[in-house]
């Protein structure tokens, strides 16, 4: 048995826990959780517990006070226990010569940061593959380009930046909606890629779904069609372009947020 003791969730506490027990062949072990412990009498109880029960307590106490009680009682009643964050913070306290803050739970702390990027995920989510045309006018990023330019994990990737993005799909045979030539060009971005490269991504893309590499969809003549229309539609918005060519998605997301910070020149 063991105790997990927490002044907030106390996930943290059994995380490392079952982390540990995992390099273990002993799989009987009962991890019991006590949240949100912010007076003694919780402490004095668990720590009576664990006695009889001759049970190990994990703690991440922030308050010193509280660490102090919890170690004392343990001792005396020969309870053995683990500080689980106090070394950790004990050590960067002397990396970066800080104090910490010693605030409970502020791991969890639902800011203004964390509703900003959940908002532009579901954002991404909303308004991917030119889905509701009407959200490119709220983008902080539109991406446009042709199938398989990496714009949907872009998209995804941006929005856990925090930013709003909408993609548009490039396609010879759809006209691109009247929304794309009413935003600022510095907000839209054009992906572009090698002729080659997206024949070979297409080919193992058809392969992934059962299809032949043979398909209209993966040939060099479609392709090169395709990607014309795409330069035709990128100098019409105006708009700066990233050849995404053997670049990973975390490189062309980079330099997409590097623009947003230096704004864009022509």
Known sequence: MVYVISD????????VVRAAVSQFE?????????PYVMDRET????????????????FTLILPEMQQFLTEEAIKAEVPYVDIMGPMMDGLSKLIQSEPKRKPGLIHKLDEEYFR????????VKYDDGRDPRGLLRADVVLIGVSRTSKTPLSMYLAHKRLKVANVPL???????DELYLIPSERCV????????????RKERLKALGLTSGANYASETRILEELEYAERIIR???????????????????????????????
């Open 8 to 15: 907030s969730v106390g996930e943290t506490a059994e995380f």
């Open 26 to 34: 002993y799989t009987h072990l009962e991890i019991r959780r006590v």
């Open 43 to 58: 402490i004095l109880e668990t720590v009576q517990a664990a006695k009889e029960e001759k049970a190990l307590i994990a």
């Open 117 to 124: 990027k959940v908002e532009a995920i579901e954002f991404a």
């Open 171 to 177: 396609v010879p045979e759809v006209e691109p909606p």
């Open 190 to 201: 054009g992906l572009i890629i090698d002729p080659s490269q997206l024949n070979n991504i």
């Open 236 to 266: 019409r918005v105006g708009c700066p372009r990233i050849d995404v060519t053997n670049k990973a998605v975390e490189e062309t997301a980079n330099i997409i947020l590097d623009m947003k910070k230096g704004g864009y020149t022509r």
